[in-house]
């Protein structure tokens, strides 16, 4: 069921690669809901994904870019404007990627050429991208901006490496940057932290699987999966919140508030009921 939202709003989406994206799902809710969009990826993940069957199949222009280039954002943001005939309402930063931690890289052993490019590609290309925005005058009065990030920038998750470091200059960006663009042209910039999800970056975090299980134990909701996401993304991009800006926005089941639940308690105490070895003796956890 549709519900106009985002009649006659104009986006881009960066990031969606194939039907597992959460910017796919954007994509294809936002079209739902009434608007009309550009999709950006890198050629190389164009070559990789799926994302022409997305553009047939959504009408909506595809404009291969690296979000790290200066260059290829003025052409996205410029090209954007032209194609779909006015100023950007939203846009949808959903871009991260760690060579550390393709390359299995430990924290304390880390490369600092692929730190760089951690940092570069999944949170300086977000500022990249709102500067450009704005010496353009790209999008439009009240407009929304906002980027998918993950609660290990407060917290530490084992595995997740130096993605949390880029997740919390994320998140730093979308303030600083908020406070500026909302000031001086209403426009709002906000994160979206959502649940574990099994997307094909997502799926690189070392043992994803348990740590989705685990969030999904300790939330009173369970997780937040990739369509849900995208109905949240859908409301933060459509006019029933002009007012929200600079704000970190937790949309996993309740995750973020937790500090025990009883069903990941009952998991923890029978991990550790006592149990006979081979020879009889009792082995406690």
Known sequence: MTHNLLKGKRGIIFGALNEESIAWKVAVKAVEEGASITLSNTAMALRMGTLDQLSKQLNAPVIAADATSVEDLVKVFAESVQLLGGKIDFVLHSIGMSPNVRKHRTYDDLDYNYLQKTLDISAISFHKMLQVAKKQDAI??????????????????????????????????????????????NVRINTISQSPTPTTAGKGIKDMDNLMDFANKMSPLGNADAEECANYCVMMFSDFTRKVTMQNLYHDGGFSSMGMSLRAMNQYAKDLAPYEDENGKIIYG
Do not use: C, H, P, W
Not at 154 to 176: H, P
């Open 140 to 185: 439009a009065e009240y407009g929304s901006v906002v980027a998918l990030t993950y609660v290990a920038a407060q917290r530490t998750f084992f595995g997740y490496n130096d993605m949390a470091d880029a997740k919390s200059m994320l998140e730093s960006i979308a303030r600083s940057f908020g406070y500026i663009y909302g000031r001086e042209k």
